[in-house]
C-alpha cells in the first residue's frame, strides 16, 4: 500500500492512498467461491450453482461491496501509519476500477488539533456546593400539595389564593378589545399572571360584581392588541373559587407511589428526588465553570470547520430551523462545544481515562427512574447504539470533569438548595 499526504491549511489533510488491485480481486474471488455453496438459485441445486452464474448474477454488487469494505479498512491502516487523527469522516473519492494493477483512491478530511500537554493544576475554578435540608423537603411537599389542590365555588368576597374568573374590556387612546362585546378570563389572584393593578382590584369583589380599573399592560401580555398598553379595564366577576388543599394523608401518599411506610418513606423519596436533580445541577455547573477556564486557557486553540459547522446544525435542527436556512447564529455555540469537546477528550486519552460502566449504569438508572416504565427505558438505550453512545459519552465527561476538580485549584461556593435550583430566588 502506497501513501501520500497533502496539508490543506492547518487542520485539512488529502490523503491518497494505491493499493494493489489484487487485494480486490482475490477477496472477490473468495466470495464467489462462497456463495456457490450457500446461494439459492433456480434451476441449480444447493451447491452446485456455477462461479460463472453467480459472477454474472452478483458480480457486480460484490465487486462494489468489497471495493468499499477494502477503502474503510486500508483506510484505516492509512492514518495509523501516518499518525493522523481524523475528527471526521473523511470524503471518498475513487474510479472504483482497477487502472495498471492499483487502485487510487483520494481522502479528504480534518484532523483532531494537536494541543499539547495540558495542565489541570493551574485551572481555578469555583465549585458550588449544596445539600437538601429538611425545609426543602418540607416546601416541596407543600408544593406538591399545591399542585393537588381543587377548586370549590364560594358567594364571599375573593382573597389572596383565590381563583377568579371574569369578564372583561379594555378601551384606551385608539384602541377597544375586544372589538365587541368582552373576553373572558381567569386568575389565581396573587399568583402575578395578570397584571398588579387587575389582581389587587379583584380581591374584596363577588361573583357578579362589576367595576373599572385602569391598567398597564406589560409589553410581553399574551393579548397582543393590549401588550404594552394603557387602558381602563371593564370586569365583571362570574365565579369566585377558593383553593381546597389535600392533606398529607394516606391517600395523598399513595397518589405517589407510597404505598408502604408511611409519611417516613414518602420523606425519603422526596429526599432521594431532590438530591438527584440537585446532584445533576451541581454538576453542570461544575462543568460549566471548568469548560470556562479550559477554553480561556486555550483560546487559540484551531477547531476542525467541519465539526463546527455540523455542530451548528444539530443545535439548529434541535431549535427546529428548517434545514434550508442558516445556522450561522449557532455558530457561537457550536465552536464552544466543539473546544470544549475536543479538550475534555484530549485530556482524557493523555491521562487514560476512560468511561466507567458502572456510572453509565448508574446514569441509565436516574434517567429510568423519571419514566413510569423504567425497563422499557433501559431497554430502549441497550438497542439503541447512537441513544446509549450519547450517554457513554456524558459519563465520560463527567468522569472527566471530576477528574480536574480534583487537581486543580478549586474553590468551594455553599449556597441553599433553592439558590442553587432556582437562582434569585
Same mark, same amino acid.
Request: aromatic share 4%.
Given at each position: ?325 442558516? #445556522?450561522?447564529?449557532?455558530?457561537? #455555540? ?28 448508574? #446514569? ?62
Amino acid at each position: 500500500m502506497q501513501v501520500s499526504v497533502e496539508n490543506v491549511g492547518k487542520l485539512g489533510r488529502k490523503l491518497v492512498v494505491r493499493l494493489p488491485a489484487d487485494r480486490l480481486e482475490d477477496t472477490v474471488r473468495n466470495r464467489i467461491q462462497e456463495m456457490t455453496r450457500s446461494a439459492r438459485i433456480k434451476g441449480f441445486r444447493p451447491g452446485k450453482v456455477p462461479q460463472k452464474v453467480i459472477e454474472q448474477r452478483f458480480g457486480a454488487q460484490l465487486r462494489s461491496e468489497v471495493l468499499s469494505d477494502l477503502i474503510g479498512s486500508s483506510f484505516q491502516e492509512a492514518v495509523t501509519q501516518e499518525n493522523l487523527r481524523p475528527a471526521v469522516q473523511p470524503s471518498i473519492s475513487t474510479t472504483g476500477h482497477p487502472a495498471d494493477g492499483q487502485i487510487e483512491y483520494t481522502a479528504e478530511f480534518e484532523v483532531v488539533p494537536e494541543i499539547g500537554p495540558i495542565d489541570v493544576a493551574a485551572l481555578e475554578i469555583t465549585r458550588t456546593t449544596a445539600g437538601v435540608s429538611d425545609e426543602d423537603i418540607d416546601q416541596m411537599i407543600e408544593t406538591l400539595r399545591q399542585q393537588r389542590r381543587s377548586w370549590t365555588p364560594v358567594e364571599r368576597a375573593a382573597e389572596s389564593g383565590d381563583m377568579a374568573l371574569f369578564e372583561f374590556s379594555a378601551e384606551g387612546e385608539g384602541l377597544r378589545h375586544p372589538a365587541s362585546g368582552s373576553d373572558r378570563m381567569g386568575t389565581i389572584i396573587g399568583s402575578n399572571a395578570l397584571p398588579a393593578a387587575l389582581e389587587s382590584a379583584l380581591i374584596g369583589q363577588s361573583a357578579e360584581a362589576e367595576f373599572d380599573v385602569d391598567v398597564d399592560f406589560p409589553a410581553d401580555f399574551r393579548e397582543a392588541a393590549l401588550a404594552g398598553k394603557s387602558a381602563k379595564v371593564h370586569v365583571r366577576v362570574v365565579r369566585v373559587q377558593a383553593p381546597q388543599v389535600p392533606e398529607v394523608d394516606d391517600a395523598f401518599i399513595a397518589a405517589f407511589g407510597v404505598r408502604e411506610g408511611g409519611l417516613a418513606r414518602f420523606r425519603d423519596d422526596v429526599r432521594a428526588n431532590l438530591q438527584r436533580e440537585l446532584d445533576g445541577v451541581l454538576m453542570n455547573r461544575l462543568k460549566a465553570a471548568t469548560i470556562d477556564k479550559l477554553l480561556a486557557a486555550h483560546a487559540d486553540l484551531e477547531l476542525p470547520q467541519s465539526l463546527i459547522d455540523g455542530e451548528a446544525r444539530l443545535l439548529a435542527n434541535q431549535a427546529r430551523v428548517p434545514a434550508d436556512q442558516s #445556522a450561522e447564529a449557532f455558530a457561537p #455555540a457550536a465552536r464552544r462545544r466543539v473546544a470544549a469537546g475536543l479538550l475534555l477528550a484530549e485530556i482524557a486519552r493523555q491521562n487514560q481515562i476512560s468511561v466507567e460502566p458502572r456510572r453509565v449504569r448508574e #446514569a441509565l438508572a436516574t434517567i429510568a427512574s423519571t419514566y413510569e416504565e423504567p425497563q422499557q427505558v433501559i431497554e430502549l438505550y441497550s438497542r439503541d447504539p447512537q441513544l446509549m453512545g450519547g450517554l457513554q459519552s456524558r459519563v465520560l465527561e463527567d468522569q472527566v470533569v471530576e477528574w480536574i476538580a480534583d487537581r486543580a485549584k478549586v474553590t468551594e461556593q455553599p449556597l441553599s438548595f433553592n439558590e442553587v435550583m432556582r437562582p434569585g430566588v
